[in-house]
């Protein structure tokens, strides 16, 4: 079957470093994508990764793991407005269709 | 910037009646979707479509229909509303390559009554 799993829920203190991890399982794999969704909007793109390793972009990075079926999102220096949703997904192969995990949200304390 | 625009934000609608929801996209994309999110289990893919009057079933195609008779716009059909429909509605699209993220749309939340 298909299956993404993510945490519920966590929190974080502002400035601090946040790891959400994710594992899936899922019948093909063509890449690995984070978004982000604040409450009441729409999810947004944030990184993707379809070969192992880390990707970096500013405070925000991406790692994966293909053999483990694994990836975390690393947010470095956080921020009030970096309490959101935070959603895995992963793009089966033979086309574009993406499945999602349930997501993890993240409240980030003063 | 990719614009993705969905017909309303909320609808009320009764048991038995047939809802469309529409959405278009400015990018000329290839891609279109439709999924539903509800609480705990995240988005879900209800269906989608890579090219004019082509259309695949999602993970959970049961009760809806879908239409692409132009490139831009998608459509949402639920044949007879039901009230286990009652949920957050999204639009996506997205480009031709594998690595190209989806864009979405602001949602529609629909109430069955």
């Known amino acids: 079957g298909q299956n993404i799993d993510q945490p519920t829920e966590m929190t974080a203190t502002e400035g601090a470093i946040v790891q959400i991890n994710c594992t899936y399982q899922?019948?093909?794999?063509?890449?690995l994508f984070w978004y982000q969704q604040h409450a009441g909007e729409a999810p947004t793109f944030l990184s993707y990764?379809?070969?192992?390793g880390l990707e970096e972009k500013g405070r925000f990075s991406s790692f994966l793991s293909r053999s483990k079926g694994y990836s975390y999102l690393l947010l470095k220096e956080l921020q009030m407005k970096d309490s959101a949703s935070y959603l895995c997904?992963?793009?089966?192969?033979?086309?574009?269709?993406?499945?999602f995990g349930a997501g993890t949200r993240l409240f980030v304390k003063a | 910037d990719v614009k993705v625009t969905q017909s309303s934000r909320y609808l009320v609608k009764r048991t038995g009646e047939k809802v469309f929801l529409e959405c278009v996209q400015d990018?000329?994309?290839?891609?279109m979707f439709w999924y539903r999110q509800d609480p705990g289990l995240g988005l879900r893919l209800i269906y989608f479509?890579?090219?004019?009057?082509?259309?695949e079933k999602g993970d959970i195609p049961e009760g809806y229909s879908v239409s692409r008779e132009k490139k831009e716009r998608f459509s949402l059909i639920l044949e007879s509303a039901s009230t286990n429909q009652t949920s957050m509605y999204l639009c996506?699209?997205?480009?031709?390559?594998?690595?190209?993220?989806?864009?979405f749309g602001p949602g529609t939340r629909l109430t069955v009554t």
């Open positions: 996506a699209s997205s480009g031709d390559r594998l690595s190209y993220e989806q864009y």
């Open positions: 899922t019948s093909g794999f063509n890449g």
């Open positions: 990764n379809v070969l192992d």
């Open positions: 997904a992963v793009r089966d192969t033979g086309g574009f269709k993406t499945i």
């Open positions: 990018m000329d994309h290839e891609n």
């Open positions: 479509s890579y090219d004019v009057k082509m259309k």
